[in-house]
Antibody, heavy 125, light 108 residues
Framework: EVQLVQSGAEVKKPGESLKISCKGSGYSFTTYWIGWVRQMPGKGLEWMGIIYPGDSETTYSPSFQGQVTISADKSISTAYLEWSSLRASDTAMYYC??????????????????WGQGTIVTVSS | EIVMTQSPATLSVSPGERATLSCRASQSVGSNLAWYQQKPGQAPRLLIYGASTRATGIPARFSGSGSGTEFTLTISSLQSEDFALYYCQQYNNWPPYTFGQGTKLEIK
C-alpha cells in the first residue's frame, strides 16, 4: 500500500524550533516529488513547497520562502518540514503529499495524489 | 501568483440531485487543474486531475470539465458521503501551485 505517515502532534512555545516528518512507503520514494500544505484553523489549503528526494531539489512558495525549510533523507524515505523559530501564526495542520507521476522523471507540474494524515502544530505561550 | 476563485462558497443540494461547482483562474492554466475533496478531520483526497481525469478509485458520478480559466466539477447524483469541502488547485504556474478557497457542499 502506498502511504505517507506523518509524525505526531506538537505543542511548542514561540521562538522554539521544530522539525516534523513524513515517511513514505509502498513506492519508490526517490522518484516522486513530495510537498507540504498548510491548513490554518478553519481555513483553506496553502501550498508551501516541494522537494524531489532523489536530488533534494526544492522549490518554495514565496509566502513561505525563508520561513521554513523542506528537506529529505532518502535513505529512510522521509521528508521534513522545519522551523527555526516558531510563531503563534504557525499554528496549523500541516500535510505532506506526493505529487502524481506519469512516468520517467516525475514532473513537478502535477497534482497531489497521496496525502499524509496531517500533523497538527500548536504554538502558544 | 495565479488566483483561483471558487463559487459558490456554499452549495446546498438534496441527495440524489446534481451539484455543479465552479473554479476560475486569474490567468490561463491550460488543463493543469485538480479537484480535491476534504471531509472534517480528514486529509484532502484527489478527485480529478488534468481538469477532467478521475483519480484512481473515484466514482464515475464525479466529472470535471473546462480549460484555460474556467473549470467545473459536477457530481451527478449526490450521495450522503459526498457532502464535504471541495478545493480546486492549479499546477500550471509556480511557485506556488495555488488552491481555491473552497466550496462547502451541504445537504439541503
Amino acid at each position: 500500500e502506498v502511504q505517507l505517515v506523518q509524525s505526531g502532534a506538537e505543542v511548542k512555545k514561540p521562538g522554539e524550533s521544530l522539525k516534523i516528518s513524513c515517511k513514505g512507503s509502498g513506492y519508490s520514494f526517490t522518484t516522486y516529488w513530495i510537498g507540504w500544505v498548510r491548513q490554518m484553523p478553519g481555513k483553506g489549503l496553502e501550498w508551501m513547497g516541494i522537494i524531489y528526494p532523489g536530488d533534494s531539489e526544492t522549490t518554495y512558495s514565496p509566502s513561505f520562502q525563508g520561513q521554513v525549510t523542506i528537506s529529505a533523507d532518502k535513505s529512510i524515505s522521509t521528508a521534513y518540514l522545519e522551523w527555526s523559530s516558531l510563531r503563534a501564526s504557525d499554528t496549523a495542520m500541516y500535510y505532506c503529499a506526493r505529487l502524481r507521476c506519469s512516468g520517467g522523471r516525475c514532473s513537478s507540474r502535477s497534482a497531489f495524489d497521496i496525502w499524509g494524515q496531517g500533523t497538527i502544530v500548536t504554538v502558544s505561550s | 501568483e495565479i488566483v483561483m476563485t471558487q463559487s459558490p462558497a456554499t452549495l446546498s443540494v438534496s441527495p440524489g440531485e446534481r451539484a455543479t461547482l465552479s473554479c476560475r483562474a486569474s490567468q490561463s492554466v491550460g488543463s493543469n487543474l485538480a479537484w480535491y475533496q476534504q471531509k472534517p478531520g480528514q486529509a484532502p483526497r484527489l478527485l480529478i486531475y488534468g481538469a477532467s481525469t478521475r483519480a484512481t478509485g473515484i466514482p464515475a458520478r464525479f466529472s470535471g470539465s473546462g480549460s484555460g480559466t474556467e473549470f467545473t466539477l459536477t457530481i451527478s447524483s449526490l450521495q450522503s458521503e459526498d457532502f464535504a469541502l471541495y478545493y480546486c488547485q492549479q499546477y500550471n504556474n509556480w511557485p506556488p501551485y495555488t488552491f481555491g478557497q473552497g466550496t462547502k457542499l451541504e445537504i439541503k
